[in-house]
């Protein structure tokens, strides 16, 4: 999701709304701040995402998940409408027009994802899931994350419960850490991709896609509604810690 269909991170994106709500302290904000810088001006390789998911999961053990929802709930459309960007906005009204679920897949926590899922008009999310301890605040241990090799066994278990045929899905990223996902569709697109994802799409003949142009939701079209016979889905993800999108291709018994 993030870098390809928002302009930036974002988990990374709420770190002053966490700040104003008292989850966090000045300092954590201004390394919060720092990283974004980092991974927008030049991604993140594997160590990096460690370190993240390390850092992050660390910040969060003790946040009670109802204020976080809240949090998140209150500042979503001033925070991250304006960054959607233009082209992936269109990419989701032409998927749907044609037939097809949106799923966005992402590594950030399901708290931050699913609102922007919802914001976005996608059809299931699936992210990141911190532990939740009984007093109802995150443990900081991890029960699923959605990086890497995982989301491609999460893009094949989805594809087998629903029937999407994954000869004909489109997978979208930006980042190399993605290419066990890529590899497992039909039509793996990079977008603003990191060197190491551009070098094997060019090397690949993948298609490269450049995003560049944020705008907010209210200033486009009305996404489509949901139509009421799905035949194909799209993949799309973007890495760092707050993720990827992507549609899959619904196999349906008409199918040309």
Not at 171 to 199: F, I, K, Q
Not at 200 to 209: D, F, K, M, N
Request: glycine letters at 8%; one cysteine or more.
């Amino acid at each position: 999701m993030d870098k390809t269909v928002i302009a930036k991170s974002s988990t990374l994106t709420f770190s002053k709304s966490f700040y104003q709500g008292g989850l966090i302290n000045r300092r954590a904000a201004l390394r919060t701040a720092y990283t974004q810088f980092v991974f927008l001006a030049g991604g993140a390789d594997h160590d990096q995402m460690e370190r993240m998911r390390e850092y992050l999961s660390a910040m969060c053990r003790g946040w009670n998940v109802q204020q976080v929802k809240e949090i998140v709930a209150e500042t979503l459309h001033d925070l991250i409408d304006p960054i959607i960007y233009d082209e992936a906005a269109s990419l989701i009204e032409e998927h749907h027009t044609a037939g097809r679920d949106v799923v966005i897949v992402s590594t950030s926590g399901a708290e931050v994802v699913e609102p922007i899922g919802e914001l976005l008009g996608a059809d299931r999310v699936v992210a990141t899931r911190m532990v939740v301890g009984d007093d109802g605040c995150f443990t900081g241990e991890v029960e699923y994350y959605a990086y890497g090799p995982t989301k491609a066994e999460a893009v094949k278990e989805l594809a087998a419960s629903e029937g999407y045929d994954l000869a004909r899905c489109y997978a979208y990223s930006d980042s190399a850490t993605d290419l066990p996902m890529l590899e497992s569709v039909g039509h793996p697109h990079a977008v603003n991709p990191d060197r190491a994802l551009r070098r094997e799409a060019l090397s690949r003949g993948w298609p490269v896609l450049d995003f560049h142009r944020p705008v907010r939701l209210k200033q486009r079209l009305s996404v489509p509604p949901r139509p009421a016979l799905l035949a194909m889905a799209a993949i799309g993800a973007a890495a760092a810690t707050a993720g990827l999108f992507w549609y899959a291709n619904r196999r349906r018994a008409t199918a040309v």
